[in-house]
């Protein structure tokens, strides 16, 4: 597994790369999910233990909330069109 993780985070960095910016969450809500994430007892070796998620994937989705209850990071919902 170990050897594996340099791809596995190749990956998940291109697909949060990848994502429209109308659907990517902005980069200083981003590194706020992930640092909520990072100090949560459900993370394990970057996957959401409640969801099966990698975190960075699922906190990269501007739509997306933590399935924690209650949530520890909610969606994003700032600059959308009314
Ligand atoms: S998404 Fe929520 S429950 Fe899952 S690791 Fe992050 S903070 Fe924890």
Do not use: F, H, I
């Amino acid at each position: 597994m170990a050897e594996n993780q340099p791809d596995l985070a190749r990956t998940v960095e291109d697909y949060v790369a990848s994502l429209p910016e109308g659907v990517r969450t902005p980069e200083t809500v981003y590194r706020s999910r992930l640092a909520l994430c990072l100090r949560c007892e459900n993370l394990r070796d970057g996957t959401c233990a409640l969801c099966g998620c990698y975190a960075e994937a699922r906190a990269a989705k501007a739509a997306q909330q933590c399935p924690a209850v209650p949530p520890r990071w909610t969606p994003e919902t700032e600059g959308e069109p009314e």
